[in-house]
């Protein structure tokens, strides 16, 4: 499979995975734009131990960490109310203001990568322990500790 092919398949796929990883555009286009080029640069490597798909999503992840683990971003980060981060998950519509939306932006990252990983992107427990490089148990309990963190957070907003 050449880059043009893995772009036109899973291009989408993955800017989205930026985008709700970062919650910035601009800095989703530039983990999109790495992501590809590092799997471009790999290519010879890419033994097929797993999908293309969840080696494209490993490398996302993996850029949007480098990304988030500089200093400059962590500033610029604290500078964005929640809020302004909701319409970059999803495209324009009401649902880009729902509260789980919004409750799973305010998710430590660790578990909001796998429930991204898991609703989102549709990857099973097998392929996203994969892609984090975790054991399954852990990908498993990541996310019912993630679930439950979103159930209580909504369960108030659901109420009201």
């Not at 772009?7 to 995975?17: A, E, K, N, P, V």
């Not at 200093?71 to 500078?79: D, V």
């Not at 999803?90 to 998710?107: G, K, M, N, Y």
Request: include cysteine.
């Amino acid at each position: 499979m050449t880059i043009e092919e893995l772009i036109d398949r899973w291009g989408d796929d993955i800017l989205r995975l930026c985008l709700v990883y970062l919650g910035d555009r601009q800095l989703a286009e530039d983990a999109f734009q790495e992501t590809f080029v590092k799997a471009w640069k790999a290519m010879d490597g890419f033994r097929g131990q797993s999908s293309p798909r969840t080696w494209l999503s490993a490398i996302a992840v993996n850029t949007c960490r480098d990304m988030l683990r500089s200093g400059w971003l962590r500033m610029y980060r604290r500078s964005q109310p929640i809020e302004n981060l909701l319409h970059l998950a999803a495209p324009e519509t009401d649902a880009a203001q729902s509260p789980v939306r919004a409750a799973v932006l305010r998710l430590p990252g660790m578990y909001r990568e796998v429930i991204v990983l898991y609703y989102d992107r549709e990857m099973k427990i097998g392929e996203i322990a994969q892609c984090l490089r975790l054991s399954p148990n852990t990908v498993s309990t990541r996310l019912r500790r993630a679930r439950h963190m979103l159930k209580n957070e909504l369960k108030g907003e659901i109420d009201e």
